[in-house]
Structure formats: structure tokens, C-alpha cells
């Protein structure tokens, strides 16, 4: 059975910084099965950043230049650093893995950014 084990969140004010951590056990897997995503209050969830099949990662426009994904195929724990916080980063973060088709998602953590 896979499990994901997201880390690192907190409360942060405005042009902070965080990392978040996802630990995946159970299974392995290649980092361009692996993505990182949000819930807002209220919203629906989305997806935040990954690594392409070419290893290139890739980024929401809104986090463009202030998140960071970051992994080693073979290994276990994928990061996101996160900078210049906004408040709009608010939300709770999930890691997703995607193995023998199936999604597996993580309980996520918490991510406030606030003065």
C-alpha cells in the first residue's frame, strides 16, 4: 500500500518562506508521477508544480518563480521550497503520486501565510 507523508507546513508571514516535504512509501516511483497541489478554503484542489518525463519541472504561473520542486529518482522524499510567500498561498498542500494507475494522495499540510 502506498503512503504519502507531507511535512513542513506552518504559519508564515507575507515574504516567507517554507519547505514542504512528502515522504512516499509502499512503492516506487519516477518523479514525473509525482506532483505537488492546493486547497484553498473554499476552492477546488490544484496542482502546483512537477517534473516532466524530461526531468524539467514545471509551475502554475502564480507560483512561477517562487516555488521549487525538488527530487532524486530512487529515492523516496520529494520537496517544495517555497519563497516570497503570499497571502494567496494559503492552503492545505498535498503530494500525489500516480503508481499502476492509480492516484495516491497524501493528508496534506497546512500552509498559512499571514501578517
Known amino acids: 500500500q502506498v503512503h504519502l507523508v507531507e511535512s513542513g507546513g506552518g504559519l508564515v508571514q507575507p515574504g516567507g518562506s517554507l519547505r514542504l516535504s512528502c515522504v512516499v512509501s509502499?512503492?516506487?516511483?519516477?518523479?514525473?508521477?509525482l506532483g505537488w497541489y492546493r486547497q484553498a478554503p473554499g476552492e477546488q484542489r490544484e496542482w502546483v508544480a512537477g517534473?516532466?518525463?524530461?526531468?524539467?519541472?514545471n509551475y502554475r504561473d502564480s507560483v512561477k518563480g517562487r516555488f521549487t520542486i525538488s527530487g532524486v529518482n530512487g529515492k523516496n522524499m520529494v520537496y517544495l521550497q517555497m519563497t516570497n510567500l503570499k497571502p494567496e498561498d494559503t492552503a492545505m498542500y498535498y503530494c500525489?503520486?500516480?503508481?499502476?494507475?492509480?492516484?495516491?494522495w497524501g493528508k496534506g499540510t497546512l500552509v498559512t501565510v499571514s501578517s
Open positions: 517534473i516532466s518525463s524530461s526531468g524539467i519541472p
Open positions: 509502499g512503492a516506487g516511483f519516477s518523479l514525473r508521477d
Open positions: 500525489k503520486v500516480v503508481t499502476s494507475g492509480a492516484d495516491n
